[in-house]
């Protein structure tokens, strides 16, 4: 979309940007040729208030109509370019266990334009291995190939007490993204972007949303 | 920590918990009988702002000493208390692929206190198999069984076109907070907490702060 001047969408915080992919996850599930979607439906999906929605919206540029809603095509296009998923990008993926597996069999990657293009592993009893259509290689390989490859992202599934080491040899092989989920703090030059996945997290802010009840129900993280 | 008022923790928003969280591993590597801790040591860990943690920590009730900083017992005492992780969550796992593997193995799910008590999967070939010291049940018998490990959460690991079942049975079967891996949008009934883990919408997350370089490096999700 056009539409969008790129200082606008730079100056989104990061909680913008989740709120986004959460309301990109619902427009996705609307027929796109069908009725406008409503900011209330999308509210409603996704557990924020009408006026967040409406808000978030405003600020990707003037999209929809009052009181009829927005074209679920044009929302869906207007908040991938505001993420900067309107294009493919391309990871590879180091630490082929059972967490790396089910990364590699996960559709919703490549179904939101993330190709995994490239496997590496320390364990010469993995390397040579055809995982998912793609053959592992040792991560001895990883500067040369990274480049080779045009990888821009790395996903970091190996145990915590290697992540440091592979982690310093993605950024020496040139990503400039890692999404890491392995359970250590990494310290990565500032040029190059972190996402760490902590999965005790994700447990733990269940069981504050268990123990507070209803209180801590309706998510009140706006802005 | 008995100095927090169950009122006080409750008014916690989700995004403040999802930052106690993240202060908690920082605190953790703390050295409990060292030096107290900075609240601008945390601020540069985690990435928020030094006011921020201040004002977070400030809402847990009397902490700290102007200053001189936090002592990491009492502060990470404090987090627990507050994110009602300050005892042990039982958890049931449905779905041995992959990810459920992966999770089993999982140091962090221990280590905060959560465990995982049972394992339940569809497949036939599975059920009575020994994984990581338990023995895989039938989903069939989640309806009995859970009552009888008193267990809490769900954790599910099922493909997307399974999820709602399997959600379902857990809800019947009493849990009172599901953490869904599954890519589907779940409905539950009010009473039952959801916490779902989008893996692409990390990616995505990745790919944005890419996209927008330093300008979305600093986390700017503060209140």
Request: with cysteine; charged share 25%.
């Amino acid at each position: 979309m056009d539409g969008v001047p790129v200082e606008r969408s730079q100056r989104l915080s990061r909680a913008a940007a989740q709120r986004l992919s959460l309301y990109l996850r619902c427009v996705a599930d609307w027929p796109m040729d069908g009725e406008p979607v409503s900011s209330g439906r999308i509210a409603e999906a996704v557990g924020v208030s009408d006026a967040q929605v409406r808000r978030d919206l405003a600020a990707l540029g003037h999209l929809g109509q009052r009181g009829v809603g927005y074209d679920a095509r044009e929302l869906a296009t207007a908040i991938r370019t505001a993420l900067g998923i309107d294009r493919p990008w391309r990871a590879v993926l180091v630490g082929v266990g059972n967490l790396g597996r089910a990364l590699l069999k996960y559709r919703g990657f490549r179904a939101q334009g993330f190709e995994i293009i490239g496997l590496f592993d320390s364990d010469p009893t993995k390397v040579g291995k055809d995982v998912e259509g793609l053959t592992v290689e040792s991560v001895t390989a990883l500067g040369a190939r990274v480049a080779e490859l045009q990888a821009e992202l790395g996903v970091l599934t190996v145990p915590g007490d290697t992540a440091h080491v592979v982690a310093d040899a993605l950024v020496a092989a040139g990503v400039r993204g890692i999404l890491n989920f392995a359970p250590v703090v990494l310290k990565l030059p500032r040029r190059v972007r972190l996402v760490t996945v902590d999965l005790a997290i994700q447990l733990e802010q269940l069981a504050f949303q268990v123990q507070h009840g209803d209180s801590a129900a309706r998510a009140t993280d706006e802005e």
